[in-house]
């Protein structure tokens, strides 16, 4: 932890990083990675799921797997979990096997991860093989979560809630707190009552979002199914000032905008919320800090 000294004493430095180490959607985009969120409170790092190239972001974010704390799950769509055996594996072979890696999830998250390390039984055989440093397999701990858990990692402390991405079932949100600050990660939702519960007066609120308008013209009848399950732009605004979040970060945008088209996406949210914007690439960061 940092500590400061101040005309009142010693006060610990209170921050959180925000890091959308991925901004991307299940379609494949040069420039965004999978759907991932990465939390830093001094060394202790969270991951919130675990998209496609994460492990490359994590690096451009000063992160590794070697320095995750957890990593969070909100449900077992591909684009949300796709590189998690990239994590698990590079957790593994850069703490020489001698670290435990906490994955916490909906139901069926145990089962996706044991069958990710029974599909790397090969490489992990090879690996064993030929470094006496690893003894042993992947460290795994795989936690299974319900709506309205709540528990501490490190300094943070992680509540959850139901959010509503039918007919994916279960799915979950998570609220993280660290010394009066907070952020929501809601992954892939349409509003709802766990997702009001979670971003309800948090510094930042973390959504996927789609532009409704656009997918709404595509001749793809599999793009029109997203419109079921994924708030638009407006409905996230809509949640933000309804709750009284402070900050609101899109990502997961569909279809993904390029930077001439990020003012867009802000004047569609500026309709419906007051408070501060957030649209970026992969590796958008907001530092959110509060002091005595």
Request: overall charge negative.
């Amino acid at each position: 932890m940092n500590w400061f000294s101040g005309g009142l004493g010693l006060w610990q430095n209170n921050y959180m990083d925000v890091v959308l180490t991925g901004t991307g959607s299940p379609l494949p985009d040069p420039n965004r990675a999978g759907p991932s969120t990465l939390i830093k409170v001094d060394d202790c790092h969270v991951l919130v799921d675990a998209g496609r190239g994460v492990v490359m972001r994590m690096a451009g974010a000063g992160s590794l797997p070697l320095f995750l704390s957890a990593v969070l799950i909100t449900h077992l769509h591909s684009d949300h979990i796709c590189d998690l055996n990239d994590v698990i594996t590079t957790h593994w072979i850069m703490s020489q096997g001698n670290a435990v890696l906490s994955i916490y999830g909906p139901p069926g998250t145990e089962e996706f991860v044991n069958r990710q390390i029974h599909a790397l039984e090969a490489d992990i055989s090879y690996r064993i093989e030929h470094h006496q440093e690893l003894t042993d397999g992947p460290q795994v701990q795989v936690v299974e979560l319900a709506p309205g858990e709540h528990f501490t990692i490190g300094e943070v402390f992680v509540r959850t809630e139901a959010t509503e991405h039918a007919p994916v079932k279960p799915t979950l949100g998570y609220r993280i707190e660290h010394n009066e600050l907070s952020v929501a990660l809601v992954g892939d939702t349409v509003p709802c009552n766990g997702v009001d519960e979670l971003a309800r007066d948090v510094d930042a609120y973390v959504q996927t979002v789609i532009r409704s308008d656009l997918v709404g013209l595509s001749p793809n009848s599999m793009m029109l199914d997203i419109l079921d399950y994924h708030s638009d732009v407006q409905q996230a605004a809509q949640t933000a000032e309804r709750v009284n979040a402070k900050r609101l970060l899109l990502t997961h945008m569909v279809p993904a905008p390029n930077k001439e088209q990020y003012s867009e996406w802000v004047s569609e949210a500026r309709k419906h919320f007051r408070g501060e914007i957030v649209i970026g690439d992969d590796l958008t960061t907001v530092s959110l800090q509060r002091t005595p």
